[in-house]
């Protein structure tokens, strides 16, 4: 049987760490990011995992914390914008509850993406490289049980959307 998290999916500013933390308060629920797990187990940020590690180093330990969420069930998780678009990584996600995508306009994400904390995926690469980006890691994306548009949506529009599309597995899930 699947386990009954709520997983978390998106490209970068999409929202996953405002909506997952404001939907696990209303679900009642814990929230785990899979970026914390990799932080903690590291003991350093994000970005300097990239700049000494390389990012290659970091997809195994997104790969990692993958494996350790086969331990949660019932909880609400946000994974990190490219933990899901490597071979294998959405069936994982998928066996572990039901995975929702954030999705949104590329151009909206970005802009978000640009204006919140350190984001070592947006150093030195220009909006037409991201864009590229997105649109290779959109197909892994869409193999979402749910998608829900956050276009024009703040957090709380958007926790709605998910708690309505969860009430509603059968017509929503794909
Ligand atoms: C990444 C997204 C980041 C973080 C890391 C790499 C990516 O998470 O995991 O910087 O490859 O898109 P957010 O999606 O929360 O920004």
Redesign the pocket.
């Known amino acids: 049987m699947r386990a009954d998290n709520v997983i978390l999916i998106?490209?970068?500013?999409?929202g996953?760490?405002a909506v997952g933390r404001l939907l696990a308060r209303r679900l009642g629920r814990c929230f785990v990011?899979?970026?914390d797990m990799?932080v903690a187990r590291v003991g350093r940020p994000?970005?300097e995992i990239?700049r000494v590690e390389g990012?290659e180093r970091?997809?195994e330990l997104?790969a990692d914390a993958l494996d350790a969420l086969k331990l949660k069930s019932g909880d609400v998780i946000?994974?990190?914008?490219?933990?899901p678009?490597r071979e294998g990584r959405m069936e994982a996600l998928r066996a572990l509850g039901t995975v929702v995508w954030l999705a949104g306009d590329f151009a909206d994400l970005y802009e978000r993406?640009r204006r919140?904390?350190?984001?070592?995926?947006?150093a030195g690469r220009t909006a037409e490289e991201l864009e590229t980006?997105y649109r290779a890691?959109e197909p892994y994306y869409r193999r979402a049980h749910i998608v829900v548009d956050t276009g024009g949506l703040g957090p709380d529009q958007v926790v709605a959307r998910v708690l309505a599309a969860l009430r509603e597995p059968h017509a929503a899930r794909v």
């Open positions: 998106g490209f970068m500013g999409a996953k760490s990011e899979t970026d990799i994000i970005p990239f990012e970091f997809r997104e946000a994974t990190g914008g490219g933990l678009c993406a919140s904390a350190d984001r070592p995926m947006l980006l890691r």
